[in-house]
């Protein structure tokens, strides 16, 4: 049996894509069926919305009658404050992240000392793969800092990663 955590599944893939207007999904336990509460109340919002209905033996809940629908909506609201709660709370994070000069996310594969090298054995007419092996960098990568610097320089910045990412790296 497949775990709910497992993003795919092929059986609930083939059993949802089966199921047809006038249907009831039976599951014995709702974890079984979503690999959390905002993801269980998507598929059973896809599920409503195809006009198939929804039982779980364990929980008692049933789509199929006034109070299993009443129990559905609540469990329903319940998932999006949550979401709600946690994107608050991330944004809150971001904004004293950023107001304490702090940037997210993985660091440059290539510095700008780093850089400002490469870019003056580049002028000495060097292939990009020959710099990029000297440099003990993926080609691929040199690629892709050289097209991002050359947008920031575009932009009007000065291409360099700032005083936020510098003291990231601290």
């Known amino acids: 049996m497949?775990?709910?955590?497992?993003v795919e599944r092929p059986g609930l893939?083939?059993?949802?894509?089966?199921?047809?207007?006038?249907?009831?999904?039976?599951?014995w336990r709702l974890d079984r069926?979503?690999?959390s509460?905002?993801?269980?109340?998507?598929?059973?919002?896809?599920l409503r919305g195809r006009g198939v209905l929804?039982?779980?033996l364990t929980e008692g809940m049933d789509t199929t009658t006034p109070s299993g629908e009443l129990r559905f909506n609540i469990v329903a609201s319940l998932a999006q404050f949550e979401r709600s709660l946690i994107r608050e709370r991330?944004?809150?994070?971001?904004?004293?992240?950023?107001?304490?000069?702090r940037v997210g996310g993985r660091p440059r594969a290539i510095s700008d000392e780093r850089m400002e090298l490469i870019a003056e054995a580049l002028a000495q007419?060097?292939?990009?793969?020959?710099?990029?092996?000297?440099f003990g960098v993926n080609r691929a990568t040199l690629h892709r800092e050289m097209v991002r610097r050359a947008g920031a320089a575009r932009?009007?910045?000065?291409?360099?990663?700032?005083?936020a990412a510098s003291a990231s790296a601290t």
Request: glycine share 12%; net charge positive.
């Open 54 to 56: 929804f039982k779980s």
């Open 13 to 27: 893939k083939t059993c949802l894509a089966y199921l047809t207007a006038g249907d009831v999904l039976v599951v």
């Open 125 to 134: 007419s060097r292939s990009k793969a020959e710099v990029a092996r000297a």
């Open 155 to 163: 932009n009007g910045d000065t291409g360099g990663e700032g005083p």
């Open 2 to 6: 497949a775990s709910g955590a497992k």
């Open 90 to 101: 991330v944004n809150a994070g971001l904004a004293a992240a950023r107001k304490r000069r």
């Open 33 to 35: 069926l979503g690999r």
């Open 37 to 46: 509460l905002p993801h269980l109340v998507t598929l059973l919002e896809e």
